[in-house]
């Protein structure tokens, strides 16, 4: 409720100033929402963080059986007031924007619509107003709004390191399934049904779990050939861990990490742009 009621107040004064700075209010709306750099953008973001937290808290409390039973219609009421207040928000955001479904497809655009969709979905299947935990992800605005812009230049690189990396880790992934296609097939052959090893797919599971060194141990190799294999498994699959690690490394020691601002364009709403940048690497607009 603090959050409608700051939102008012801030466009009325706003609009109460039109004519001396000469913005409009949809690009009022949009500094106070999107942006960090002034008072009342940083003032309305930490109250949206603090209410993205409140609300997943409350949802994890109302799984709690006891919690649940005391207090549901409590929870019931918190839960539809955040649903409310976080739709009204998103309206506000598509809004503001010169491109609404840019945001609308956007990271955090995703993220805000199925931080609202689980409650209402909740009306027609029971239960699944839980993944309204998913908020949390929102929590992320916290880099921008902090000034933690540094850390959304390592994100950044990381980012473009994954991508580089990814063919790389396209034929990691294949050379492991074939692997432990192969360990699997032959760990049924060596063991059999009698030792757990019911089928090709189980034992691949089984071969899986072992290579990832998990062992949840409901699947064992009970002959000495089986173990011996096994064995050669375990020891493979520390090697095999590090190899993705690797990949992604070599790429992180090849990037240069630039400076970025948290500047939010006002047409597509991206942001990460370099901090001397005039344009909107993403649509072009101006900054």
């Not at 739709?87 to 609308?104: D, F, H, Q």
């Not at 090893?197 to 072992?210: K, Q």
């Not at 590090?242 to 490394?249: K, R, S």
Request: one cysteine or more; hydrophobic letters at 50%.
């Amino acid at each position: 409720m603090f959050e409608i009621f700051l939102i008012v107040e801030l466009i009325f004064y706003k609009w109460m100033e039109q004519n001396r700075n000469h913005l409009s209010l949809k690009e009022k709306l949009h500094e106070i929402i999107f942006e960090a750099d002034t008072k009342a953008g940083k003032l309305f973001d930490i109250i949206l963080i603090a209410s993205i937290l409140i609300s997943v808290f409350v949802v994890m409390l109302d799984s709690v059986k006891h919690f649940n039973e005391k207090y549901e219609e409590i929870f019931l009421i918190i839960e539809w007031f955040f649903t409310i207040l976080f739709t009204v928000e998103y309206i506000l955001r598509l809004y503001s924007v010169g491109k609404p479904l840019k945001y609308a497809l956007s990271f955090f655009g995703v993220v805000d619509l199925l931080a609202i969709l689980p409650t209402y979905f909740g009306l027609f299947f029971p239960g699944t107003r839980y993944f309204s935990v998913i908020r949390i992800l929102r929590v992320l605005r916290i880099f921008r709004v902090l000034k933690f812009v540094q850390y959304l230049g390592e994100a950044k690189t990381l980012l473009t390191a994954l991508k580089a990396s990814r063919k790389k880790i396209i034929v990691f992934i294949f050379s492991v399934l074939t692997l432990v296609v192969i360990l699997g097939s032959l760990m049924y052959v060596i063991e059999g049904e009698e030792n757990g090893f019911t089928s090709i797919p189980r034992s691949i599971y089984w071969a899986i779990v072992t290579l990832t060194t998990v062992g949840y141990g409901d699947i064992s190799p009970q002959t000495e050939i089986g173990q011996t294999l096994a064995a050669f498994i375990m020891i493979l699959g520390y090697g095999i861990i590090a190899v993705p690690t690797g990949i992604v490394t070599s790429e992180l020691s090849t990037k240069n990490l630039k400076i970025v601002s948290t500047q939010a364009c006002k047409e597509c709403s991206m942001e990460g742009h370099d901090g001397d940048a005039v344009f909107c690497k993403y649509c072009g607009a101006e900054l």
